[in-house]
């Protein structure tokens, strides 16, 4: 994955959504959410499953956000992927990362078609943690 790409997602003054956080902390979408929660980010969990997650409330869809992230993180499988970066495309959200096990090459494809910037195969609490000063 490109490097410099990497690195203008983990700006702090991003706005993260990570679609498919979880309740249960054994969860990856737990695990990410918290993660970029306890690193200072600003991010909402996203999970229509959910009412809230470490307190903070969950929000049903992207489109349901109080505020419109610059990166959407997804922790769920490749076939909801497909559907997403589409709401993404819609939205205006000009990023998206897929977790290692939420990609696909058709939700790739698509985001490169439509000028959406992604990044995949790299899993973002791994990347955050090794650039970190």
Same mark, same amino acid.
């Given at each position: 994955?490109?490097?410099?790409?990497?690195?203008?997602?983990?700006?702090?003054?991003?706005?993260?959504?990570?679609?498919?956080?979880?309740?249960?902390?054994?969860?990856?979408?737990?695990? &990410?959410? /918290?993660? *970029?929660?306890?690193?200072?980010?600003?991010?909402? @969990?996203?999970?229509?499953?959910?009412?809230? +997650?470490?307190?903070?409330?969950?929000?049903?869809?992207?489109?349901?956000?109080?505020?419109?992230?610059?990166?959407?993180?997804?922790?769920?499988?490749?076939?909801?992927?497909?559907?997403?970066?589409? &709401?993404? /495309?819609? *939205?205006?959200?000009?990023?998206?990362?897929?977790? @290692?096990?939420?990609?696909?090459?058709?939700? +790739?494809?698509?985001?490169?078609?439509?000028?959406?910037?992604?990044?995949?195969?790299?899993?973002?609490?791994?990347?955050?943690?090794?650039?970190?000063?």
């Amino acid at each position: 994955m490109d490097e410099k790409l990497i690195e203008e997602f983990l700006e702090k003054r991003n706005v993260f959504a990570v679609v498919g956080a979880s309740r249960n902390q054994g969860k990856y979408g737990h695990q &990410v959410y /918290k993660d *970029l929660r306890n690193a200072g980010y600003n991010v909402y @969990p996203v999970n229509p499953n959910a009412d809230e +997650i470490l307190g903070d409330k969950c929000y049903p869809s992207l489109e349901s956000l109080p505020k419109s992230p610059q990166v959407v993180d997804l922790v769920v499988p490749p076939k909801l992927t497909n559907q997403i970066v589409k &709401v993404c /495309k819609k *939205l205006g959200i000009s990023k998206v990362w897929m977790q @290692p096990g939420s990609e696909s090459k058709t939700a +790739i494809n698509f985001c490169k078609e439509n000028n959406i910037e992604v990044v995949h195969g790299v899993c973002v609490m791994v990347e955050r943690r090794s650039k970190q000063k």
